[in-house]
């Protein structure tokens, strides 16, 4: 049975898929930023780690299959 591919192994597209994968992209406003920074600086977190708690909150906090999600 083969091994996976260690990073060293992997071309540049694959490296960048893997990574893509792994850490999926959240299209913001500048409000939301604005936002997502002040909470950061003020509970001195990282932006990433505001944004992962709101996302749990959101989905704790809502039946989404049940109420769909507003016009956007």
Same mark, same amino acid.
């Given at each position: 049975? &083969? +091994?996976?591919?260690?990073?060293? &192994?992997?071309?540049?597209? %694959?490296?960048? !898929? +893997?990574?893509?994968?792994?850490?999926? =992209?959240? %299209?913001?406003? $500048?409000?939301?930023? &604005?936002?997502?920074?002040? =909470?950061?600086?003020?509970?001195? =977190? !990282? %932006? &990433?780690?505001?944004?992962? %708690?709101?996302?749990?909150?959101?989905?704790? $906090?809502?039946?989404?299959?049940?109420t769909?999600?507003?016009? =956007?």
């Amino acid at each position: 049975m &083969a +091994r996976p591919a260690s990073g060293n &192994a992997l071309s540049n597209a %694959e490296r960048q !898929t +893997r990574f893509r994968n792994r850490h999926k =992209l959240i %299209e913001t406003g $500048n409000q939301m930023n &604005a936002t997502i920074t002040r =909470l950061a600086n003020h509970f001195d =977190l !990282t %932006e &990433a780690q505001v944004t992962r %708690e709101l996302i749990r909150f959101a989905l704790c $906090n809502r039946n989404w299959m049940q109420t769909g999600f507003p016009n =956007l």
